[in-house]
């Protein structure tokens, strides 16, 4: 089992629709987690972090549910704009081993 | 712009060559991290370091060595190239400050390095 599971993609929706992105981990030790945007041949970028008590950031909302190990990603009001990869990221921390564990990403595009 | 730079941006190179990947940081960060990213394997750790000289493998560290002797630069050499290693390499770094485990992971614009 992938440390790091996603949504299998991709999603295809139209403008303005709310598309919702699911995220599973495996492993406790995980501290901190976070929902990255990255574009076509381009590096990563961070989109948020997600809070316990669960995070919005405009058309963005991110949840934690730490007891299921369960992690989502709500867009709301999808623009053009939004057509990107959305890669779950999951930081464990333990003592010297720091590391950030990476989903595999979901695809989304939004078409006019 | 978290002060990231990686080089070079493109390399081909033959098979059975070494090659080195140069990823260098201005803002004195501490961690730093090696990631290659292929189609249906997303981003895995190869290398990462916890200071100078101090690293530590990743999941996919076969063929590969990484130098930290300056906290600044962060070496990954792959010792004789093989098809297998075409990929896009990321370099990454990761501040810690008080809030050691919320922090968010800053990349390098990549290097794409294709072994014929």
């Known amino acids: 089992r992938k440390e790091v599971e996603q949504d299998p993609g991709p999603f295809n929706v139209p403008e303005g629709a709310t598309v919702a992105f699911n995220c599973t981990y495996s492993?406790?030790?995980?501290?901190?987690f976070f929902w990255y945007r990255q574009d076509c041949r381009k590096e990563p970028k961070l989109l948020m972090s997600v809070y316990s008590s669960g995070n919005e950031d405009g058309r963005f909302t991110a949840q934690l549910n730490r007891a299921s190990q369960y992690i989502s990603l709500l867009i709301r009001d999808s623009k053009l704009s939004d057509s990107a990869t959305y890669l779950c990221?999951?930081?464990?921390?333990?003592?010297?081993?720091?590391?950030?564990?990476w989903g595999l990403g979901t695809s989304l595009a939004v078409n006019p | 712009d978290a002060g990231i730079t990686q080089s070079p941006r493109h390399k081909v190179t033959e098979t059975g060559t070494p090659v080195t990947l140069r990823c260098h940081q201005t803002?004195?960060?501490?961690?730093m991290y090696w990631y290659r990213q292929d189609p249906g394997h997303g981003l895995r750790l190869i290398h990462y370091s916890y200071g100078v000289k101090d690293t530590d493998k990743g999941e996919v560290s076969d063929g590969y060595s990484v130098s930290r002797s300056k906290t600044e630069d962060f070496l990954l050499t792959l010792e004789s190239a093989t098809s297998s290693q075409t990929s896009v390499y990321f370099c990454?770094?990761?501040?810690?400050?008080?809030?050691?485990?919320?922090?968010?992971?800053?990349f390098g614009q990549g290097t794409r390095l294709t072994v014929v």
């Open positions: 492993n406790s030790a995980s501290q901190s």
């Open positions: 990454a770094i990761k501040p810690f400050g008080k809030m050691e485990a919320n922090t968010e992971a800053f």
């Open positions: 803002e004195n960060h501490r961690y």
């Open positions: 990221v999951v930081n464990i921390d333990a003592g010297n081993n720091r590391k950030l564990i």
